[in-house]
C-alpha cells in the first residue's frame, strides 16, 4: 500500500465562547476514523482524515486562551497549514472579530495558509434565537479573501467533519513537498532537526522541514 | 471549553502573578501552572521575551540606531524583516544540560524544533580550531602535541570512570578538598591544555576556578562531555526562529494549564498589605491580587543591585560564513581571556538561515564578553577581526542586576539578569532556586501525564 500521512498544523482563532475547542472535541472525539490518537496537553489534539487514499493527519493547536488579552505568541501562527477562524452567527461581535483575525493570519502566517471561516452555533437558530449574522455577509467575506465557508453546530455535529474535509481536500500537494524534504533531509543528515525527547526512540520529526 | 463562561468577567484572585516574559519567568509560570496554581502573567511590552526575547530587524534598527534605514534600504540588503529573529542575549542549550530536562519534562518540545550547532572553535595565536568532538578529532587535532593529547586522554579518563563511592576511582584526589590545578598538576598538564580544559569544556569565562575546589569543574566537564556525547558534532543544541521561541513554548505551557496571559500591560502600581508584603497590581486591565509576585529586575529596580558586572554585546550580519569553520552554519568561538591578554573570555555565536533566523545567505555573529576597560567596544576587537567584513553591527551594554533579598520578607522573588555565559545553566540554576523559595520545596521534574485533554 503506497498511503502516505501528510500531517497538517491547524490553529484555532475566533472570540472567546464562540465554540472553537468544542468544534475541534465534536471533530476528534467522533468515530470519524479508527485512528483516533489520544494526544499530550489540552491544547494539542491530533486527527486524522482519510481523503481517498491518503491520509491527512491534523495536529490541531488551541489558543489556550492566549488570545483573550491579544497575547497570542507568534510561534502560534508559525507554519501553520491551515486556520479555522470561528464566529458565533448570533453574535455580530464576534464575527467583527472573525474579520480581524482573517486579517491578522495573512500578516503573519505562512503565505500559502488555509482558512476556513466558520459560523457556529446553527443549532441555536432552531430554538428560535436569532441569527444576527447574516450568511450573505459571510459568504462576501470569504469571497473576498479566498477562504472555505461553513455553518457549523459543535453541538449537533452539523458540518463539523466537512470542514476538515474541505481543509484536508485543498492540501494533497503538499504531499509531494514532504517527500521531497524528507529526501533532502535524508541526503544532508547534518541537517535534520533533533527530536529531544528520541531517547526513547521516539520518532524522529521529519515533517514540516522546509529548508 | 465552556462557552457559558462570561468572556467579560476576568478573575482578580491569583495564587501567583508573574511580571516579565523572559524565559526565566516563563519556565517558572509554566511549572506553577502545571503543580496546578492560578498564575496571572503580565508583560509591560507587547512581545514575550522580555530581555531574551528575539527581534526582528527593523525591531533591532528601532532598539539600537538613532537613525535607522529606511524600509526599502533595508529590505533591498538584509530581505523580508519577518525572516529575521535576532537574540537580544546569546546563549545555546547544553545538549544535556538542565534546560533541556526541562523542556522534555514539560512536554515544550513539541512546540519548539531544535537543531545541533554544527561546532565549538576555540581561539590559539591568531587562529581558530575546532574544539575535538570525539576521539578521532582529538588524535588529529594540531591544539595539543603527541605527548599532552596521552595526558590529556589519561585525565579524561579518569573523568570518566570516576564513581563518587568507589575511592579507587578517585586516584586519590578528592573533588571537593583539592583545586583544579592539583587536579591539572596530577595529570601533568600543561598551559595550554589546562586552558583547553577550563574554557572550551569546563566554560568558565577566566581562571578564579583554578584555585576552587575542583568538583564544580568536574562537573562542568562531564556536562560538556555528555553533551557532545549525545548528538556528535558540539555540545550545543539552538531552538529554530531563535531563542525567543523557549519563552513563547513555556509561556503556552502555562496557559494550557490555565495560567492567565496579557501583553502589553504596563504595571501602573504594585499594592502592598500593611506589613509590607506585596498584595497585588494595577494596570489599565484592572487590579489583580496574588500572594506573592516573580518578576525579572526591571519591574523592582529599587529591590535589586549591580553585580559588578557589566556585559557588551554586538550584534554583527555578515554576508559569508565566518572564515575558517569549513562554512559551519553555527558555531560558537571561545577566545579565551589569556590569549588576548584579558581577565574574561569572548564568546562568539554564530548562526545563519539554517535555523531560520535571518535571511538567506546571511549569518549572525552575536560577540559577547565582561567588559574590563572604559572602551568597551574596543574589547572586542579580537573578536571583530575573525568574522571577516561585517555588513552591520548593533552595539550594546547591559548592567547585570541580582535581588537584594530572597524574597521572604516582601513575597517578591525576583530573577537574575541573564549573565555573560555562553549556556542557560545559571539560568536554570536560578529558576530552581527561585522555585524553591515560592514553593517551599525542590524541583522535582515528571513526565506530564498523557490524558490530560481537559
Known amino acids: 500500500m503506497n498511503s502516505s500521512i501528510t500531517s497538517v498544523k491547524l490553529v484555532l482563532l475566533g472570540e472567546a465562547a464562540v465554540g472553537k475547542s468544542s468544534i475541534v472535541l465534536r471533530f476528534v472525539s467522533n468515530d470519524f476514523t479508527e485512528n483516533k490518537e489520544p494526544t499530550i496537553g489540552a491544547a494539542f489534539l491530533t486527527q486524522r482524515v482519510n481523503i481517498g487514499d491518503e491520509t491527512v493527519k491534523f495536529e490541531i493547536w488551541d489558543t489556550a486562551g492566549q488570545e483573550r488579552f491579544a497575547s497570542l505568541a507568534p510561534m502560534y501562527y508559525r507554519n501553520a497549514q491551515a486556520a479555522l477562524v470561528v464566529y458565533d452567527v448570533t453574535k455580530p461581535q464576534s464575527f467583527i472579530k472573525a474579520r480581524h483575525w482573517v486579517k491578522e493570519l495573512h500578516e503573519q502566517a505562512s503565505k500559502g495558509i488555509i482558512i476556513a471561516l466558520v459560523g457556529n452555533k446553527i443549532d441555536v437558530l432552531e430554538s428560535g434565537e436569532e441569527r444576527k449574522v447574516a450568511r450573505e455577509e459571510a459568504e462576501k467575506l470569504a469571497e473576498e479573501e479566498n477562504l472555505l465557508y461553513f455553518e457549523t453546530s459543535a453541538k449537533t455535529g452539523e458540518n463539523v467533519n466537512e470542514v476538515f474535509l474541505a481543509i484536508g481536500e485543498k492540501i494533497p500537494l503538499k504531499k509531494a513537498e514532504d517527500q521531497a524534504n524528507q529526501q533532502h533531509g535524508l541526503r544532508i543528515t547534518d541537517d535534520q532537526r533533533i527530536d529531544l525527547a528520541s531517547s526513547t526512540n521516539g520518532p524522529v520529526k521529519a515533517s514540516g522541514c522546509n529548508c | ?454
Not at chain 2, 86 to 110: C, Q, S, W, Y
Not at chain 2, 334 to 350: E, G, L, T
Not at chain 2, 410 to 429: A, G, V
Open chain 2, 1 to 454: 471549553m465552556d462557552t457559558k463562561v462570561e468572556r467579560e468577567t476576568t478573575d482578580t484572585e491569583y495564587d501567583v502573578i508573574v511580571l516579565g516574559t523572559g524565559i526565566t519567568e516563563c519556565i517558572l509560570s509554566g511549572l506553577l501552572s502545571v503543580d496546578g496554581k492560578k498564575v496571572l502573567h503580565i508583560d509591560k511590552q507587547d512581545h514575550y521575551g522580555g530581555e531574551s526575547a528575539s527581534v526582528t530587524l527593523s525591531q533591532l534598527y528601532e532598539k539600537f540606531k538613532q537613525n535607522p534605514i529606511s524600509k526599502e534600504d533595508r529590505e533591498a540588503k538584509f530581505g523580508r524583516d519577518r525572516d529575521w529573529s535576532v537574540d537580544l542575549i546569546p546563549k545555546f542549550l547544553m545538549a544535556n544540560g538542565e534546560l533541556t530536562n526541562i523542556l522534555i519534562h514539560t512536554d515544550v518540545t513539541r512546540y519548539v524544533d531544535f537543531k545541533q550547532v554544527s561546532g565549538s572553535y576555540v581561539f590559539k595565536q591568531g587562529k581558530i580550531y575546532k574544539v575535538p568532538a570525539n576521539e578521532m578529532e582529538a588524535i588529529s587535532s594540531p591544539l595539543m602535541g603527541i605527548f599532552e593529547k596521552r595526558r590529556m586522554k589519561k585525565f579524561l579518563e579518569w573523568i570518566s570512570s570516576y564513581k563518587e563511592d568507589e575511592s579507587s576511582t578517585h586516584q586519590g584526589l578528592d573533588l571537593d578538598k583539592n583545586t583544579m590545578d592539583e587536579v591539572y598538576y596530577k595529570f601533568g598538564l600543561g598551559n595550554s591544555t589546562k586552558e583547553f580544559i577550563g574554557h572550551s569544556m569546563a566554560l568558565w569565562t577566566n581562571d578564579d576556578y583554578l584555585n576552587e575546589p575542583a568538583r564544580p569543574s568536574f562537573e562542568r566537564i562531564v556536562l560538556y562531555c555528555q553533551s557532545v556525547a549525545r548528538y556528535g558534532k558540539s555540545p550545543y543544541l539552538y531552538p529554530l526562529y531563535g531563542l525567543g521561541e523557549l519563552p513563547q513554548g513555556f509561556a503556552r505551557l502555562s496557559a494550557i494549564y490555565g495560567g492567565t496571559y496579557m501583553l502589553d500591560n504596563p504595571i501602573e502600581k504594585v499594592l502592598y498589605t500593611e506589613q509590607g508584603k506585596f498584595k497585588g497590581v494595577e494596570t489599565k486591565l484592572g487590579t489583580f491580587n496574588a500572594p506573592l509576585v516573580i518578576a525579572d529586575p526591571t519591574y523592582f529596580p529599587e529591590k535589586c543591585k549591580s553585580t559588578g558586572q557589566r556585559v557588551i554585546r554586538a550584534i554583527c550580519i555578515l554576508n559569508h560564513p565566518v572564515p575558517g569553520t569549513s562554512n559551519a552554519d553555527s558555531l560558537q568561538i571561545i577566545i579565551p581571556q589569556s590569549q588576548v591578554s584579558r581577565k574574561n573570555d569572548i564568546y562568539i555565536a554564530v548562526m545563519s538561515d539554517a535555523h531560520h533566523v535571518c535571511s538567506k545567505n546571511h549569518y549572525l555573529a552575536i560577540i559577547s564578553t565582561i567588559i574590563e576597560t572604559d572602551k568597551p567596544h574596543i574589547e572586542l576587537e579580537p573578536a571583530f577581526k575573525l568574522l571577516g567584513p561585517i555588513e552591520e553591527k548593533f552595539m550594546g551594554i547591559a548592567e547585570l542586576f541580582e535581588p537584594k533579598e530572597d524574597g521572604s520578607k516582601d513575597n517578591i522573588y525576583l530573577s537574575k539578569s541573564y549573565d555573560s555565559s555562553s549556556h542557560f545553566e545559571t539560568m536554570t540554576d536560578d529558576v530552581k532556586d527561585i522555585y524553591f523559595r515560592v514553593t517551599g520545596h525542590p524541583l522535582v521534574l515528571k513526565s506530564r501525564k498523557d490524558s490530560q485533554n481537559d
